[in-house]
Nanobody, 118 residues
């Protein structure tokens, strides 16, 4: 299964963006779907995820209350709604799929750039 992100771009501080991640197969082939981000000089930073079994979403503390992860199982798509964006949210955002057995995120999309700047 391949993952393709879209929806990145340039936004002012306080603005919103919605990222999409389309899977080429069923998202139920993954234990969970997640979002990570990477900035120059920093490791991948976990943003949040959503479980396949019950659709529960969970978030890193630095985005909780601002970001929301949802899914459309009919479209095999996961979304990352980002509100009240800050400059420090600037990064390349990656969609990831977690292995059914190990739970480790090991399937990755190509990434989409999000830039928050005035």
């Amino acid at each position: 299964v391949q993952l393709v992100e879209s929806g990145g771009g340039l936004v002012h501080p306080g603005g919103s963006l919605r990222l999409s991640c389309v899977a080429s197969g069923s998202i139920f082939s993954f234990h969970a779907m997640g979002w990570y981000r990477r900035t120059p000089g920093r490791n991948n930073e976990f943003v949040g995820g959503i479980t396949s079994t019950d659709g529960d979403a969970y978030y890193a503390h630095y985005v909780k209350g601002r970001f929301t992860i949802t899914r459309d199982t009919a479209k095999n798509t996961v979304y990352l709604q980002m509100n009240n964006l800050k400059a420090e949210d600037t990064a390349v955002y990656y969609c990831a799929g977690a292995d059914l057995e190990s739970g480790a995120y090991d399937t990755w999309g190509q990434g989409t750039q999000v830039t928050v700047s005035s």
